[in-house]
């Protein structure tokens, strides 16, 4: 507790010391909220969204995308790999699989397990902004928005452009990407390629990812064309990710996405995208390699040690690993106007979800050869999704009334109407407090219906779950300081769990008949300009405080129920007394609810507190940054996710450039 009373004041001396001295910034208030199918200043949304800016991704302490969710974002981010390996996301308390992921606002969650929603080819640097929507978004998004949505937003150059980054730490990792932007009149095309890899932090967390992207786009006086494709290469030793009963397990990703995008119009927009993501996964729960398991006739061997199950017979061997190819195809064209009622907007979304597997799905009468393996999919499942919305906004003075709702069709479930409303008064110019109350569903992914594995039993009878939040907030604008605080209700029916009553049993997924979960966020932030005179660039403090009530279950819960009871997390970026040498601060103090099997207990415990500081200290000269980064550096050890052992302190140094060339008209 002694780290988090001093970094608040800490941040509270910089930042009283600053505000007055500093000019020179776009406040939050008028940046512009691009998720919405009409987009709109901050200003004016009644609602919870936190969006994390261009220049704060910049000087973050942070190596992956999820340390920027987890310590400016008020994310629940539980860490399986280290830098970005994999990751589960949670916004106020709802589980990985409850979150929408877009990527300039095309949605991308994959349809077998949340586990993969944060596979995006998409890079750190490149980005320009994060929106985060806190509380259901499916009249706007569809279903998979139950609560909350992540939208990345990719940087645009003005120019022609050359910019690297590269860095070593230690565990071998080796950080690099470099990226190039060419200009043409109206239209441009950035390139970027990434390498990261590392030995591990322990046994068997090693890894090794490749990523490239590319990105056109052209555009004309109220509109433009964007064309997206983007790959990625996982592969990662997965050290009891999945059951720490087998810790040996290793997991390989490629990921491809395929996108156009459409904008046009100021008073009568349209927005349309067209989108292809196809995943491979292939799972070993014993792992594949020279140094680990060979394969050997039927069986795999590792010594003298044979890959398989113990029963009353004797091992039963393992058989071989899970492949799994998963498609998703869709579709969305928005529409919006104007009239004397206010602002309109209606749409239309169609997706497919497809699998096939040696798994997951339903057994198919024929087989289908795995690429670029020996493995044979005899497993499969399809659905499709259909999704019609429409949604009004009115402003009549410091009045604002947002309502709508959204039908959803799947093929398998049939349909469901998610309504909503938002409700918004400015007491004051620079004051707005508001209140709303959305819908939500979701359907269950393919492993939540199909997965059977050593330690896991799927239910294909689950059902959709549903839930209904109530908030009432307030917003509060002072020049380059942002104040907002809400109150929320969610009422959550036959929400979809991983539970077992005994640590002796199997996981087996379930619908859990009622969770009620209540909470309570408050932050503020600020932001200046990084050549602005002051000593501070920009600071920011949130808490989250969430209480669920489960309903007389007493389950051990793998998801639903772990929530993040306290969630407190501090940053400032900072100028240090030498010129263009700067520093910036992150911190977080999370009190997890729940409790888990400790297997090297072979007993019950609760989470304790973790405590993460993060430090980055950059010095610029002319072209190049130079820079040290420390990740975790009161090496805490707590753990946030059941019998996966985190990093401790981890020390990266790097150099980052930008060069700007003249554009050709």
Not at 254 to 281: M, T
Not at 293 to 313: C, M
Not at 418 to 427: A, K, N, T
Request: some cysteine; charged content about 20%; overall charge neutral.
């Amino acid at each position: 507790m002694k780290a988090i009373y001093f970094t608040v004041i800490s941040l509270l001396i910089l930042l009283s010391s600053s505000v007055i001295a500093q000019t020179d910034t776009i406040p939050l208030a008028e940046i512009e909220i691009s998720s919405s199918a009409n987009p709109v200043v901050f200003k004016q949304v009644s609602r919870s969204i936190r969006v994390i800016t261009a220049q704060e991704l910049a000087s973050a302490p942070v190596l992956s995308l999820e340390d920027v969710l987890r310590f400016y974002g008020g994310v629940d981010v539980r860490e399986r790999g280290a830098m970005g390996v994999q990751s589960d996301l949670s916004i106020r308390g709802g589980g990985m699989d409850q979150n929408l992921m877009m990527v300039n606002g095309v949605a991308l969650n994959d349809p077998q397990t949340g586990h993969h929603n944060t596979n995006q080819a998409v890079m750190l640097n490149s980005l320009e902004k994060i929106e985060i929507l806190e509380g259901p978004g499916t009249r706007w998004f569809g279903p998979n928005a139950f609560s909350g949505g992540i939208n990345l937003i990719t940087h645009q150059p003005d120019n022609n452009q050359l910019s690297f980054d590269i860095s070593g730490g230690q565990h071998g990792l080796l950080m690099a990407d470099v990226s190039a932007t060419a200009k043409l009149g109206r239209w441009m095309n950035t390139t970027s390629v990434g390498r990261q890899k590392s030995d591990g932090y322990a046994r068997n967390t090693d890894f090794s990812i490749w990523q490239i992207n590319n990105e056109s786009v052209l555009k004309f006086p109220d509109g433009l064309v964007r064309f997206y494709l983007g790959y990625l290469d996982k592969g990662f030793g997965a050290n009891s990710f999945y059951t720490p009963k087998y810790p040996d397990q290793y997991e390989h990703i490629s990921s491809s996405l395929a996108s156009l995008s459409f904008e046009k119009g100021k008073r009568y927009p349209v927005k349309a995208n067209l989108s292809w993501r196809r995943l491979y996964d292939r799972f070993e729960l014993f792992r594949e390699d020279d140094q680990w398991y060979k394969k050997q006739g039927e069986v795999y061997v590792n010594g003298a040690d044979t890959a398989g199950f113990p029963t009353a017979s004797g091992i039963y061997p393992y058989k071989g690993h899970n492949y799994h190819r998963t498609d998703v195809v869709s579709m969305n064209v928005g529409v919006g106007f104007e009239s004397v009622a206010g602002n309109t907007q209606v749409g239309v979304s169609a997706r497919y979800e497809g699998i096939v597997s040696n798994v997951l799905g339903d057994l198919m009468s024929d087989t289908v050869n795995s690429a670029n393996s020996d493995a044979w999919y005899n497993h499969s499942k399809q659905r499709e999704n259909l999704t019609l919305y429409l949604n009004h906004n009115y402003v009549n003075g410091r009045w604002s009334l947002a309502g709508g709702l959204s039908t959803y069709y799947n093929s398998d479930y049939g349909v469901y109407v998610s309504p909503g409303i938002d409700l918004g008064f400015f007491v004051l110019d620079q004051l707005k407090i508001y209140t709303s109350a959305n819908r939500a569903v979701r359907i269950p992914t393919y492993t939540d219906l199909y997965y059977q594995g050593p330690d896991q039993v799927s239910n294909p009878d689950l059902k959709p779950e549903t839930a209904t939040t109530y908030e009432v907030g307030a917003k509060a604008f002072l020049n380059k300081l942002t104040i907002s605080g809400v109150l929320f209700h969610r009422d959550g029916e036959d929400l979809i769990d991983w539970v077992k009553e005994n640590p002796e049993e199997k996981w087996h997924s379930m619908n859990l008949t009622s969770l009620k979960t209540n909470g309570v966020s408050a932050s503020v932030q600020y932001l200046s300009g990084l050549s602005s005179p002051g000593w501070i660039h920009a600071a920011g403090i949130s808490y989250t405080y969430m209480d669920s009530d489960k309903s007389s279950y007493q389950y051990l819960s793998l998801y639903a129920l772990d929530y993040l009871q306290h969630n407190l997390a501090l940053n400032v970026s900072h100028r240090l007394f030498f010129k263009n040498l700067t520093a910036s601060w992150a911190f977080v103090y999370q009190q997890r609810n729940g409790n888990y099997l400790d297997y090297s207990l072979g007993e019950v415990v609760n989470y304790q507190p973790v405590n993460r500081i993060n430090l980055k200290v950059t010095y610029q000269h002319k072209w190049a940054r130079f820079y040290v980064s420390c990740r975790n550096i009161l090496d805490d050890k707590s753990i946030d996710y059941a019998n996966i052992p985190p990093a401790g302190l981890w020390v990266v140094a790097g150099l980052t450039s930008r060069i700007d060339f003249a554009s050709k008209k």
